[in-house]
């Protein structure tokens, strides 16, 4: 199941800029706001990609376990 993240965009000149919200350090730019959005979600994924592997080298060897958590109460 995937999680909505929410863009913030904005065309600037002959650009368009973006972050996501909420997620510190993912951004990014394009010609379009279609290939905007494209390179957001790839920055997404590889961001959450790499945090997903730094956990898990963390608990390496260690008893552990991944539980699914929602901010929706």
């Given at each position: 199941?995937?999680?909505?993240?929410?863009?913030?965009?904005?065309?600037?000149?002959?650009?368009?800029?973006?972050?996501?919200?909420?997620?510190?350090?993912?951004?990014?730019?394009?010609?379009?706001?279609?290939?905007?959005?494209?390179?957001?979600?790839?920055?997404?994924?590889?961001?959450?990609?790499?945090?997903?592997?730094?956990?898990?080298?963390?608990?390496?060897g260690e008893p552990h376990e991944?539980?699914?958590?929602?901010?929706?109460?």
């Amino acid at each position: 199941m995937g999680t909505g993240y929410t863009a913030v965009v904005l065309e600037r000149t002959e650009w368009w800029i973006g972050w996501i919200a909420g997620i510190s350090g993912i951004n990014s730019q394009g010609e379009t706001q279609e290939e905007l959005l494209r390179n957001l979600r790839s920055a997404l994924q590889e961001a959450l990609e790499m945090n997903r592997a730094d956990a898990i080298a963390v608990a390496e060897g260690e008893p552990h376990e991944e539980v699914e958590v929602s901010t929706v109460t």
